[in-house]
């Protein structure tokens, strides 16, 4: 397996196509769930609903720095806004797409909340939640995809205090459309506990075709 780092570098080649489709997305739909692929907006919440699982009770009472690795439009701000975990806190989005960006910055002027175009974390925060990031790959080879994706949690990881949630496609969803990577959540189970924190769990909510995963520092 390649160096972290070389992946990462190679990561605009891959993800261009990937860049371009949500472009065009964006164009054809706006800042809505279908304008990032995703079924609905009930769809899109509920998968917030179990990621913020990994916010515990005193992140709960708020006061901390969030990380949205590939935020979109900032739905998951809007999801977050008006809760009590985001009470004195500060929300960083981060999207590969220009235009995801600037359609955030101009729904969301809460001085709470931050949007910036990037490939990877560039501060550390206490939380990082990452919401269909890795689902769509425009047919690009699985191993490679998923050597990014390594990578890029590798370099979440580094750049989280307390606690990293994300999502998935499972491999054994009913119904597979083409450009998405479908993963085996023992796989990536098996990652996070090698490579991240002996402190993971694993999440299913049906018919959600998805996996969660929870990484966590381990407290001593």
Not at 15 to 38: C, D, K, N
Not at 76 to 94: A, C, N
Not at 212 to 220: D, E
């Amino acid at each position: 397996m390649r160096p972290v780092g070389n992946t990462l570098s190679a990561a605009p080649r891959i993800l261009h196509p990937v860049v371009h489709a949500y472009e065009r997305r964006l164009s054809r739909y706006g800042p809505t769930a279908q304008g990032v692929f995703w079924k609905n907006k009930e769809w899109q919440f509920r998968r917030y609903v179990i990621l913020e699982g990994i916010f515990d009770d005193l992140a709960q009472a708020g006061g901390i720095t969030i990380h949205d690795f590939g935020c979109g439009y900032g739905s998951l701000f809007e999801y977050l806004v008006d809760k009590d975990v985001m009470k004195f806190s500060r929300y960083t989005g981060t999207d590969m797409s220009q235009g995801m960006i600037n359609a955030a910055k101009s729904r969301h002027q809460d001085p709470r909340a931050h949007f910036v175009r990037g490939l990877t974390a560039r501060e550390t925060a206490d939380y990082t939640i990452v919401s269909g990031t890795y689902n769509m790959h425009m047919g690009a080879d699985e191993e490679e995809w998923y050597e990014y994706i390594q990578a890029s949690l590798k370099q979440l990881w580094q750049h989280t205090r307390h606690g990293l949630a994300f999502n998935m496609l499972r491999h054994d969803a009913d119904i597979r459309y083409d450009g998405l990577y479908y993963a085996d959540p023992v796989r990536f189970l098996t990652f996070a506990r090698q490579s991240l924190s002996s402190d993971v769990e694993i999440a299913f909510d049906p018919p959600l075709p998805d996996f969660n995963v929870f990484v966590r520092r381990p407290t001593t």
